[in-house]
């Protein structure tokens, strides 16, 4: 049986989740709702903010592992998102905020995908200078 696009994406998650805890992050939101969309993973080290959106793909396709799927409404609606979660936790208002990109490839094979399948393929991190071109007050 072949896993959906959301278990694909949660499993994809998890990877990133552990990469980071590896480095000294630790989890502030997982899958975050408002009204403008979803905030992947939030992330907290000391005073810094990092907000991580995973894209999953099996193969590169024409959005180049997902990179021109983070296009200028996703930034725009993932600005928003991130404007409504601030309000909702305060305490967060005095962090510096930065915006990456997680690319996980999966396998090509529609076998399961399992955690061990994907540690062995190497996640590229691609750091998002400006997360809001315009239509936004960031």
């Known amino acids: 049986m072949r896993m959906d696009s959301i278990q694909q994406g949660r499993l994809a998650e998890q990877l990133v989740l552990r990469l980071l805890h590896r480095s000294g992050w630790q989890l502030v939101s997982q899958r975050w709702f408002c009204r403008y969309g979803e905030i992947d993973l939030l992330l907290n080290k000391r005073t810094r903010l990092l907000l991580v959106e995973v894209k999953a793909r099996r193969c590169r396709g024409l959005d180049d592992w997902g990179l021109r799927a983070f296009d200028q409404a996703k930034r725009l609606r993932l600005c928003r998102a991130m404007h409504c979660w601030s309000a909702a936790h305060p305490r ?47």
């Open 92 to 138: 967060f208002s005095e962090h510096t905020l930065e915006v990456v990109l997680a690319l996980v490839p999966l396998p090509l094979h529609s076998r399961p995908l399992h955690q061990r399948t994907l540690r062995s393929r190497p996640v590229r991190w691609i750091r998002v200078e400006t997360l809001c071109l315009s239509g936004c007050s960031c």
